[in-house]
């Protein structure tokens, strides 16, 4: 990589000319970068899967693409590797991919080693990375290219990957059923992201330019401050600092065209500085409506924190099992040098950006017309209690709850959080506002949805009957109340029956 000033003298306001004139990529490495492009996949086709035939079966190329920094369009001048994705007949599906994988890489070291002298280009240190896994099949391989006489060696990774977005348009949302097909596959965390390099490469797409000069700026200070430093330490992942910056600009600017770059860096700073509060996701390419998935990425959710999904890929969690206590004490003393002062001296004000973003909560309340609250997800539930009771000046004990999809009703208790049920997600919350000596009962009907009510247990099954007919439930002559299996008597109370706070009594139909 290029030499470069010292980040940490360089004043705040000086941050976006620094960016410019250093790590901006120029034209010429830009060539450089796309000549190596040209050659390797010219390679690739013409003289390693044009007329091959393995286990007995035909393999092409159908397609490669530029991966990494390079097809994100957030590569540094000098200092990217070119990673090339390459799309094979032969895996037919993620389980096909593992197991002829390193069939393909070896064929692909054959062939460099055996073309080396007649290639246009100077081949050198082929490496095969090897996976973390005991006993799987190696991932990709590397080596380094010489295009030009008078260039800089340019690294390059090859990554055979099996096609499992196919055709899609580009903005379209893939079919669930490739995400069922990836979390059933049970691999490895991350095992298949480069099969869904396309779409991390449209997340990055049409960000604005000054956002790609930030992620710039992050990325060397990773580089230069962090990974120098430790060159053997279990590091997170560029992407993943990657994926924090541009949650920080969407949550601190609103997707503005145009900020300033050192708030910008002064806040991811503070968000790497605090890394156990981040939980960060998105809805782009796949969300919470298929079962399958939602149930999935509800238990990610629930891990501990740091959490950042891949956009792309929801089995991989970038920021598990690494570092972050490394990135963070570098990062808090990022923050006490001139790039986060201004010329006064002064501290340069971060966004206001939290963790993880909040969550909508509808409130529901007979009688009321529904009201929306926004609540981190990681607070316990009185304080939602505490803000209801000031927004709505309700005096009496408030008791929260929620329907999960098989329909059981769940409470939420002072303490409960909404992380702790896997809810990052719109949520509608049942309000009930009790007196004593009035308890709440749950009442779950044919239908599977339950309804709750306030009642004084001496209260008769009768006065629960009418409250269910007053909610606009069945009639009361129509109601079959039943609790633990007992048909409960009209006229006896719900003392009588041993139902109590919170109990859950089932309704049919006569």
């Not at 501990?304 to 570098?330: S, Y």
């Amino acid at each position: 990589m290029a030499s470069y000033p010292d980040l940490y003298q360089i004043p705040a306001e000086r941050l976006d000319a620094f960016v410019t004139q250093k790590l901006q990529p120029g034209v010429e490495w830009k060539e450089e970068v796309e000549d190596a492009f040209k050659r390797v996949e010219g390679f690739l086709r013409d003289q390693c899967f044009h007329t091959q035939i393995f286990l007995d079966r035909e393999v092409r190329l159908r397609r490669v693409i530029k991966g990494g920094s390079i097809g994100k369009g957030t590569t540094l001048n000098h200092g990217s590797d070119v990673d090339l994705v390459i799309f094979l007949s032969c895996f037919s599906s993620f389980q096909e991919q593992i197991k002829l994988r390193g069939h393909i890489i070896a064929h692909v070291v054959e062939r460099l080693t055996r073309c080396r002298e007649s290639l246009a280009f100077d081949v050198q240190s082929i490496n095969v990375r090897q996976s973390r896994r005991r006993g799987s099949a190696p991932r990709s391989l590397s080596f380094y290219i010489q295009a030009r006489r008078r260039s800089e060696p340019i690294k390059v990774n090859v990554l055979p990957a099996f096609d499992a977005l196919g055709n899609l348009a580009p903005g379209e949302m893939p079919p669930s059923e490739v995400y069922e097909n990836l979390i059933k596959s049970q691999s490895k965390a991350g095992e298949f992201s480069s099969s869904f390099t396309e779409l991390q490469k449209s997340f990055f797409k049409h960000r604005p330019a000054k956002l790609k000069s930030l992620l710039r700026l992050v990325k060397h200070w990773y580089l230069k401050k962090v990974k120098a430093k430790c060159p053997r330490t279990f590091l997170p992942p560029k992407y993943a600092l990657e994926l924090l910056t541009i949650y920080a600009w969407e949550s601190g600017t609103q997707k503005a065209e145009n900020f300033n770059t050192n708030e910008g860096f002064v806040t991811v700073m503070e968000l790497l500085r605090d890394y156990e509060n981040i939980c960060i996701y998105w809805t782009t390419n796949y969300n919470f409506e298929n079962a399958v998935v939602r149930d999935y990425v509800k238990q990610k959710l629930k891990k501990n924190r740091p959490i950042i999904l891949d956009p792309a890929d929801p089995t991989n969690n970038v920021g598990e099992e690494k570092r972050w206590d490394v990135v963070a004490q570098e990062a808090a003393h990022c923050l006490k040098q001139d790039c986060c002062y201004d010329k006064n001296g002064e501290e340069i004000q971060s966004w206001d950006v939290q963790g993880t973003r909040n969550i909508q909560v509808v409130l529901r309340q007979s009688d009321w017309e529904d009201w929306t609250l926004w609540m981190n997800p990681y607070d316990p539930s009185w304080k939602m209690k505490e803000k209801i009771k000031q927004e709505r000046e309700l005096t009496g004990q408030l008791r929260l709850s929620f329907q999960d999809p098989s329909g059981e009703r769940q409470l939420l208790r002072g303490r409960d959080t909404l992380a702790q049920y896997g809810i990052f997600y719109r949520i509608v919350v049942y309000l009930l506002e009790t007196f004593s000596p009035e308890i709440q009962v749950f009442v779950k009907g044919p239908d599977n949805h339950t309804k709750v009510f306030a009642i004084d247990p001496d209260n008769y099954i009768q006065d629960l009957k009418e409250k269910i007919e007053e909610a606009r439930g069945p009639t009361v002559a129509s109601q079959l109340l039943e609790f633990q299996g007992q048909r409960l008597r009209d006229y006896k109370s719900l003392r009588d029956y041993g139902i109590q706070d919170s109990d859950t009594i089932i309704m049919s139909k006569r």
